[in-house]
């Protein structure tokens, strides 16, 4: 991991200035003059080290090689794998921030991002590819920097925050904001509440029918303690060794302001119809999050732009777990 120090003011899309920021990033694969560049945007709880959690798309010998690319990948602002976010020292006070880091929305993380492209010498970004809360990013650049983007890869994402998204982070902020050490200002705080809200998002990152199928019991005569009840439990547990209450809370915010019409008549039709970039757009069958539906929508406004639709148990999680048929069509329409 690298990191990009910006000892100047950042302006937020608020109004807000964090005084400095810092993006942690990855990259794979060499730099030159004429290299195709491949930059990843990543979505909620993920880093900058694309080629760990997306295996089977980025990597040696996958569909996104380093041999062939100069792949990069930055950690959104925010987050707490590396960039500046709510544990980060504010230099104000020599204190991490916690309650006191302001709302950042997607625009501000792709200003990051584009701040890093000119300290890279990056003139022309070959790929934007992001899933999920990665895609909303690549929607943003797209619009902000259309002569710096030539090609997008979407998946199971969509052009604004949807009223079924915003209720289910509300959803799991309540659930932080019930747990009686959120208010204590220490990295742990709010673990347990990040422990539940994590078990609501799971409930809409897979669906009915993946849980059914692998948490089942076998065992009929059980009156407790049942598989999936612990599955959820291991979920929890899992990401609060990884992640903060602080950040859930933060980022989930910043997906519910993504909307790409704000400041531009609101007219989401006529900001996509703008969107001139050869684009391919990846919908998961089961997907009750991000539904289908959203990416179809995405397809018929954008005038150069292919939609594939794979069927996939996995719900939202299918544009990562699935990366091998993922792999199959981006290879195919990377090749025509």
Avoid at 244 to 252: G, I, Q, R, V
Wanted: a negative charge.
């Amino acid at each position: 991991m690298q990191t990009f120090h910006i000892k100047q003011p950042f302006q937020l899309e608020s109004g807000e200035i964090l005084p400095e920021i810092t993006i942690a990033y990855h990259t794979y694969g060499t730099l030159k003059p004429n290299s195709k560049v491949v930059w990843v945007c990543h979505a909620l709880t993920a880093n900058s080290d694309a080629a760990d959690w997306w295996k089977g798309v980025i990597g040696e010998g996958d569909v996104i090689n380093p041999q062939e690319y100069f792949i990069i990948c930055a950690n959104i602002l925010g987050s707490c794998y590396g960039s500046t976010g709510p544990l980060s020292t504010d230099p104000h006070t020599g204190q991490p921030y916690y309650h006191n880091f302001p709302l950042i929305t997607i625009r501000d993380m792709v200003q990051a991002h584009i701040l890093l492209r000119k300290h890279l010498g990056i003139d022309q970004i070959w790929l934007l590819m992001g899933g999920s809360m990665g895609g909303y990013q690549c929607l943003e650049w797209s619009v902000m920097e259309p002569s710096v983007i030539h090609q997008l890869f979407l998946l199971a994402t969509s052009p604004t925050e949807s009223a079924w998204g915003i209720a289910v982070h509300t959803t799991q902020r309540l659930a932080i904001e019930t747990d009686a050490t959120w208010k204590e200002q220490r990295p742990d705080a709010g673990a347990a509440g990040l422990k539940a809200a994590r078990a609501v998002g799971m409930l809409t990152y897979r669906n009915y029918g993946i849980m059914v199928k692998h948490q089942t019991d076998p065992d009929h005569s059980k009156l407790d303690n049942y598989r999936a009840s612990s599955y959820i439990h291991y979920q929890g547990e899992k990401l609060v060794k990884r992640f903060n209450a602080f950040t859930y809370w933060t980022l989930t915010k910043s997906m519910d302001s993504h909307h790409l019409g704000r400041g531009r008549n609101g007219d989401v039709e006529a900001v996509l119809q703008n969107i001139q970039q050869r684009t391919l757009i990846v919908g998961i069958s089961s997907d009750i999050l991000c539904p289908v539906e959203e990416q179809r929508f995405i397809q018929r406004q954008l005038p150069n732009a292919s939609l594939i639709e794979i069927d996939s148990a996995y719900g939202h999680d299918g544009f990562m777990v699935e990366g091998k048929m993922i792999s199959e069509e981006l290879g195919r329409w990377l090749k025509k």
